[in-house]
């Protein structure tokens, strides 16, 4: 049977619905897997799917497909539940003026199995080649996808984007002690150079060869950027979630304009960069992508916003609604970029008679995140002795508040990195973390 | 034209493949959620997909296709074959199996695809608005889901297997707010194909807001080692992260290493520490259920821990065929766009004896740990994170605390079981993630345990 187009999908929408919208994707990935240091399954996935939004009598339906030949079951589908779906508070826009936001490299449909293999196992031998105890897994993978969005109103997007990724895993047992250390990247456009992977690898990898051991108290923790999702942005943008706000739960709910933490913090959500993996010229439901400042010099500047919350909560779509297929948009961050600081990670940790370094935590998703608590194992972290790293910790635990930590800096770092394709952080330097480790 | 069945089209695409091992796995499925935010109504969905893979195995690799189009069957075996001949990694052998044929109709109780969104809708509404009623709560989240999904199996070596299964969940959460603390509290529940549970939580939708508001009042407790009790649903999180995957082959089956650590006839725990998993025990009709797992094998009953010493391990065919080991029906895909690796079921500690009461009657300081946020293990070391916790003081329960998160390493961990209770029940809430794949159901459990000098962190 003939595959719907997204305008075909549309028309018939249109008939029975006062608004409507068709969000359509196709993707294609190839990922390729490595296991005890050597390639083992080579993947190749083919998506497609629409899923429609419409507006009948004020009330929003929604129904998702990949069963792309039967539109009629798709819009019956997204009717049923609009009979009763949340009351609609904003309508769905009209022609908009996007950004030019390359995100494209036609080059990523070029990349060979072949050539993903060797780069995989270019990274394998590398980290092999440094230690032989080491047993290194992970993968190397090509995407690329298109995205179109059609409304009622005229509002319309089309664009396309790629991506290629790698991400390996180190792991050495000894006896019953086991180490794992972690490193990826991403990009728009195929990688060839695959020395920054290796070196955090092995960096990790040199600073763990000793045991050591810190005490139960109070002290000052160097958060390398793989922390700083789970202890500072998560907890911050769960709070800075228009839902949140709207809803009041958000501890920063009337605090915008006001100082939250200390003023070397900055965070700003720009999904306009050129060429970063999560960057759109559009959000999900047709609004064009800004640059939006969320906290300034520590002060709270912005909530992010789709345009349902938007309407909700008398406010404005912050260009800032992501969906995946199955479900209605929800505002979500792009591209969050960290301000860095004027301390190296060498500088940071010279300053600390006493501390820790936290490069990977175990469990922080868990817990009062919308207070700002977070609380997690050191899956992966390092004592500092008089300014010198001297070993790695086991069986310790981290405690305690973003806006606490962020308000009692140490110091940012000056060495920013990209984590995932959305997320560009520093390390941060807080000086009163509690630590409980077993005795 | 004429259109040929999925069963005649399957076995086309199967017929003279160049290549050692195929499979074919097609899955149609519908799912239905709704969500209450507050007092309203935030999200109402339907979703249908269609789908299928195919999965081959060369030699020395396995190749992977996943798709929507269901036409291109053929196309898509020849580039699955194709990946996989591209490879040349370690040499993989699969367990032997016997080839299976068989329909697995759905576990159904009240069947919630027989159940309008609006109905849904109405019980939903009734607990949003008990939980929005209690004074201190700010919001509230209820969510539901339920989806029913047919898959079909068929590989080279002639199995066929249609199998449904219907999947409901459900979570109650209040948050409540004073002086700009915010405290959560939460439930999950879910179930095999039975809508009926979801009619009768006006008491939990309670329970959950009045914990929240009492949250906002707890003290947190110090962190460090303390003696700690765990009701059955948190020592069912414990022992699904703190042991289950370290019992799945797949981490093990390629690392000598490990294999060493996890040699069967390891002494692990006391006398008293026996586990099971198993997707036809301890009852039928838990989440973690099923007749066949993913590559057509029959699910069974595995004894992990048997009188502390380690007797078993779960197995997909490649694991147990590296490791000459039986399979035990553990492979499992969350759904058509992954490969099935090894994957828990229903995860219980075995009943010992006696009470709570018991277990409690003898500590002069600690905690009693209820309810879970959640957990995660890295093999060796683990977290779980309980919603309630309480002090023990001079053998009895005290006051509510704040909630906490317990950490430790599983090789001293299980060894410091010193108490196990025989009033088993299983947690049906929330779902496992591994691989990418989440959030799979599945169900664990256990009795009332008591750990000596667990490490305890305060929220």
């Not at chain 1, 109103?153 to 250390?181: A, K, P, Q, W």
């Not at chain 1, 960096?203 to 810190?214: G, H, I, P, Y």
């Amino acid at each position: 049977m003939a595959r719907a187009t997204a305008e075909e999908i549309l028309d018939k929408a249109r008939r029975v619905a006062d608004q409507a919208e068709v969000f359509f994707v196709e993707s294609t990935s190839t990922p390729v897997h490595f296991e005890a240091n050597r390639v083992k399954a080579a993947d190749s996935h083919e998506t497609m799917g629409a899923a429609v939004r419409l507006i009948k009598s004020g009330r929003v339906g929604f129904s998702s497909t990949s069963k792309m030949d039967d539109p009629d079951a798709l819009i019956e589908a997204a009717l049923d539940t609009a009979q009763f779906g949340p009351e609609a508070r904003f309508a769905f826009p009209g022609p908009a003026q996007f950004p030019d936001v390359p995100v494209y490299d036609p080059s990523v449909d070029g990349t060979t199995l072949e050539g993903m293999i060797a780069l995989g196992q270019e990274v394998v031998d590398a980290v092999r080649s440094h230690s032989d105890q080491v047993t290194v897994e992970g993968s190397v993978s090509a995407s690329s996808g298109t995205i179109t969005l059609l409304n009622t109103n005229g509002g319309h997007f089309r664009y396309s984007r790629s991506g290629f990724g790698l991400g390996f895993e180190g792991t050495v047992i000894r006896g019953e002690d086991m180490l794992f250390v972690f490193d990826g990247k991403n990009s728009i456009s195929p990688m060839t150079d695959v020395s920054g992977i290796v070196a955090s690898i092995i960096r990790q990898l040199d600073w763990a060869k000793e045991s050591a051991t810190l005490q139960t108290k109070s002290m000052p923790v160097v958060f390398m950027p793989t922390a700083v999702p789970s202890v500072i942005i998560g907890p911050l943008l769960s709070a800075l979630n228009g839902k949140s706000a709207y809803q009041g739960t958000s501890p920063l709910v009337g605090r915008l304009g006001e100082r939250i933490v200390d003023e070397r913090f900055s965070l700003t959500d720009d999904a306009t960069l050129p060429r970063i993996p999560s960057s759109r010229m559009s959000d999900d439901e047709g609004v064009a992508s800004r640059r939006l400042p969320l906290v300034e010099r520590g002060v709270a500047r912005n909530f992010i916003y789709d345009l349902q919350t938007a309407g909700l909560a008398g406010a404005e779509s912050t260009g800032s609604g992501e969906r995946s297929l199955g479900s209605l948009p929800s505002p979500s961050a792009s591209v969050l970029l960290v301000d860095e600081g004027d301390a190296t990670l060498d500088e940071l940790i010279a300053g600390i008679d006493e501390g820790l370094v936290v490069e990977r935590l175990l469990g922080a998703g868990h817990g009062n995140i919308l207070g700002g608590d977070f609380n997690a194992n050191v899956l992966l972290g390092f004592k500092i002795e008089k300014g010198q790293i001297t070993g790695r910790v086991k069986d310790t635990m981290v405690t305690g508040n973003a806006y606490r930590a962020l308000s009692d800096l140490i110091a940012i770092g000056s060495e920013g990195r990209w984590l995932g394709g959305g997320l560009y952080t520093p390390a941060i330097a807080c000086a009163n973390v509690a630590v409980a480790a077993k005795a | 034209m004429i259109k040929l069945s999925l069963r005649d089209q399957i076995e086309d695409a199967l017929t003279g493949v160049d290549a050692r091992y195929v499979e074919i796995r097609v899955e149609d499925s519908e799912s239905r959620h709704l969500r209450y935010r507050g007092r309203e109504l935030e999200d109402v969905g339907r979703s249908s997909a269609l789908g299928g893979n195919v999965r081959a195995l060369a030699d020395a690799g396995w190749g992977f296709a996943s798709f929507n189009d269901l036409s291109q069957l053929k196309a898509k075996v020849a580039q699955a074959v194709h990946q996989a001949k591209v490879l040349h990694g370690e040499p993989i052998t699969l367990a032997d199996v016997d080839p299976v044929v068989a329909t697995a109709p759905a576990t159904v109780g009240e069947d919630p695809t027989k159940i309008s969104l609006a109905e849904k809708k109405n019980i939903l509404d009734r607990y949003a608005q008990i939980m929005m009623g209690a004074e201190g709560v700010q919001s509230s989240s209820v969510t539901y889901g339920d989806a029913n999904k047919r898959v079909t199996f068929a590989n080279t070596e002639g199995s066929f297997i249609e199998q449904e299964r219907i999947d409901v969940n459900m979570r109650l959460s209040a948050m409540a707010r004073k002086n700009g603390d915010v405290q959560q509290s939460g439930v999950s529940i879910g179930s095999l194909g039975d809508f009926a549970f979801v009619r009768e939580l006006d008491r939990e939708a309670q329970d959950v807001a009045d914990k929240a508001i009492a949250l906002l009042n707890a003290e947190q407790i110090e962190g460090g080692e303390y003696t700690v009790v765990l009701d059955p649903i948190l020592a069912g999180v414990f022992i699904h992260e703190a042991f289950g995957h370290l019992s799945e082959a797949d981490h093990i089956y390629s690392e000598p290493r490990l294999q060493e650590i996890m040699q069967l006839g390891r002494r692990f725990g006391g006398a008293l520490l026996n586990v099971v998993d198993g997707a036809t025990v301890p009852r039928e009709g838990l989440r973690g259920s099923y007749l066949y797992d993913d590559e057509g094998v029959p699910g069974q009953r595995t004894q992990l821990i048997k009188d502390g010493v380690l007797v078993g391990r779960l197995h997909s065919r490649e694991t147990a065929g590296k490791l000459g080991e039986r399979p035990t029906g553990n492979a499992r895909a969350i759904n058509y766009r992954f490969p099935p690796i090894v994957r828990m079921t229903n995860t219980y500690i075995e009943p010992g004896e006696g009470t709570v009461d018991d277990l409690v009657r003898d500590v002069k300081d600690g905690v009693y740990v209820k309810n879970w946020y959640g957990g995660m293990t890295s093999m060796e070391m683990f977290t779980f994170s309980g919603a309630e916790s309480y002090r023990i003081r001079n053998g009895e329960i005290a006051e509510l605390c704040r909630p906490v998160m317990l950490s430790g390493n599983v090789f001293r961990t299980l060894e410091n079981i010193d108490g196990i209770a025989a009033d088993l029940d299983m947690n049906q809430g929330g779902g496992c993630g591994k691989g990418g794949q989440s959030p799979l159901p599945v169900s664990n459990g256990s009795p009332h345990i008591r750990i000596q000098h667990c490490l305890l962190s305060g929220a």
